[in-house]
């Protein structure tokens, strides 16, 4: 059974069809704000130095305009207004062989909590979105199988607000995280999914493409 990236799971736990559909996407070049936000993650903990750091943005991406050096500038403005740790690694790759599900932490930490994941979004006005609930359930859930330790917290850090929060997964999470998995590995084996009743349809950026009856749905697949 092929393993599935964690974010794949978050956007089956969304929509699964959403999810069939981004299956035969071909890959895009990699989204503006999630580059400006994992190469300011790099750096916290740190002087931020904004001249630096865009600096490297452009080497990985040649063709950031004005607009995203000043969706840069605001974004560091804000986390600048943070105090934030320093990670004691990053890019730590981990999966879980049970669940066949595979993501890659953005920063690791020595003491508690110890996952810090860097989201290009701004924070909810409270608390933590439920997508990234279970984005950090799953993340937990790899970690403890990679590492063989419990990971009862995760950092969710919302880079654009320059706000962090910590999350403790909940038994709802870890089911939705479940259930999200188990449809997902059926939908890579042939099963058709139909858009749930509760799907994101007025923003989700798939919209234009998205089938409006089942028959138009296998025909994507």
């Known amino acids: ?16 069809v959403r999810f069939v559909i981004e299956q035969k996407q071909k890959k895009d070049a990699e989204p ?3 580059t400006i936000a994992k190469q300011i993650s790099y750096h916290l903990g740190e002087e931020l130095i904004p001249e630096n750091i865009w600096e490297e943005i452009e080497m990985i991406n040649p063709e950031m305009d004005n ?4 969706l840069f500038s605001s974004w560091i403005d804000s986390c600048k207004k943070t105090r934030w740790p320093r990670a004691s ?4 790759r981990v999966k879980s062989d049970k669940l066949k599900i595979h993501g890659t932490i953005d920063r690791f930490f020595n003491s508690k909590p110890q996952i810090a994941i860097a989201r290009p979004i701004t924070a909810p006005e409270n608390g933590i979105y439920t997508a990234d609930r279970i984005r950090a359930a799953c993340y937990s859930i790899c970690a403890g199988e ?21 999350c403790k ?3 709802r999470d870890r089911r939705y995280a479940l259930n999200a998995i188990k449809t997902a590995h059926k939908i890579k084996s042939g099963f058709i999914p139909k858009k ?16 409006t ?3 138009r749905l296998s025909d994507i697949i």
């Open 1 to 16: 059974m092929e393993s599935i990236s964690i974010s794949k799971i978050v956007s089956c736990h969304t929509c699964p």
């Open 32 to 34: 503006e704000n999630y």
């Open 67 to 70: 607009e995203a050096k000043e």
């Open 89 to 92: 690694q990053t890019d730590v």
């Open 146 to 166: 990679h590492f063989g330790t419990e990971f009862d917290e995760v950092i969710i850090e919302y880079i654009p607000s320059g706000i962090s929060r910590i």
């Open 169 to 171: 997964p909940q038994p």
């Open 196 to 211: 749930p009743e509760n799907a994101p349809c007025t923003r989700c950026y798939l919209k234009e493409q998205c089938p």
């Open 213 to 215: 009856i089942p028959k």
